[in-house]
C-alpha cells in the first residue's frame, strides 16, 4: 500500500509564489517518474510538470519560467516551487508517481489526494 500526502497550496494574490510538496509513504522500492498535475473547474486534468529518476524535467508551456520541479528521492518527496502565479494557475493540483513496490516488485501509479491553489487577480 501507498499513501501520497499533499501539502502547501492555498490562496495567493497574483505574482506571488507558493510551494506544494507531496510525500510518498508505504512499501516503496523506488520511484521513477514523479509529476504534477492540475484541474481547473469545468477543464480535464493536465500535466504541469514531470520529473525522472535522473531528474530530467519537463513542463507544460503554460508554466515553463515559472514553476520548478524537484525531488528529494531519499524523504520520497516530489515539490514544485511556483512563482509568478497567475489567476488562470487557479486550481486543484495533484501529485503523481511511478512507484515500484518493495514486496512484489510491481510497479503502479499513485495520485495524492489533491490541494487547491486559489490565484486572485
Known amino acids: 500500500h501507498v499513501q501520497l500526502v499533499e501539502s502547501g497550496g492555498g490562496l495567493v494574490q497574483a505574482g506571488g509564489s507558493l510551494r506544494l510538496s507531496c510525500a510518498a509513504s508505504?512499501?516503496?522500492?523506488?520511484?521513477?517518474?514523479m509529476g504534477w498535475y492540475r484541474q481547473a473547474p469545468g477543464k480535464q486534468r493536465e500535466l504541469v510538470a514531470l520529473?525522472?529518476?535522473?531528474?530530467?524535467?519537463d513542463y507544460a508551456d503554460s508554466v515553463k519560467g515559472r514553476f520548478t520541479i524537484s525531488r528529494d528521492n531519499a524523504k520520497n518527496t516530489v515539490y514544485l516551487q511556483m512563482t509568478s502565479l497567475k489567476p488562470e494557475d487557479t486550481a486543484v493540483y495533484y501529485c503523481?508517481?511511478?512507484?515500484?513496490?518493495?514486496?512484489?516488485?510491481?510497479?503502479?501509479?499513485?495520485w495524492g489526494q489533491g490541494t487547491q491553489v486559489t490565484v486572485s487577480s
Open positions: 520529473i525522472n529518476s535522473i531528474r530530467t524535467t
Open positions: 508505504g512499501s516503496i522500492f523506488s520511484i521513477n517518474a
Open positions: 503523481n508517481m511511478a512507484v515500484r513496490l518493495r514486496q512484489t516488485a510491481a510497479s503502479g501509479s499513485y
